[in-house]
């Protein structure tokens, strides 16, 4: 159900599933995509495959007298497969309220849109009420091709070391108009 049948609001505004369900949720979309390395299998589980939250630790020394201290930070989640100081630096770069550390509003909110932005029902027929057999095949092959084609995970890098995803440089098509900027491959129009 998307919405409380009381007060109308949406599901995620008055209970979050448990980090397991969600682990559990991502890992099944995740499973049979190029991005199943991001997954893991359950110990004497039933074979599901779970999103292997990468969790990042950080400790900083505090030295303030004989004894030093240290402050950890614990982020619930950080990119993957990135060095602790890029990710650092990427942490950095979010506003100080979304950042997900252990705990806080930023952690709840980060849960929060993942439950918004990838429903169950989405993702698995058996979570559509009312589908009929020619409907359940329909969306079993709608999620296998949706998992092939569109899935997609960010990557993160600095600028000019960008990932894997880049494409060579092309000549210029010289049948643009001289007088007007040229597009992006985004479609904003770059500055000269």
Known sequence: RKICKSCRCSQEEHSLSSELDDDRRIGR????????????????????????????????????????????????????????????????????????????????????????????????????????????????EFVKKYKAEALGVGEVALPGQGGGGKEEEKPQDKSIDPGRAPESPNGALEST
């Open 29 to 140: 979309l995740l499973s049979d995509s190029k991005y199943s390395w991001l997954t893991a299998r359950l110990k004497g589980g039933d074979g599901a495959r779970v999103y292997k939250r990468n969790r990042m630790i950080v400790t900083n020394p505090n030295i303030s007298g004989k004894d030093p201290t240290f402050d950890t930070i614990t982020y619930e989640w950080a990119p993957p497969g990135l060095t602790q100081k890029l990710a650092m630096q990427y942490m950095e770069l979010l506003p100080k309220e979304l950042q997900p550390v252990a705990g806080t509003d930023g952690a709840w909110q980060r849960r929060r849109r993942l439950a918004r932005q990838l429903p169950l029902h989405d993702q698995d027929p058996a979570q559509c009420r009312g589908l009929t057999e020619g409907e359940h095949k329909l969306m079993e």
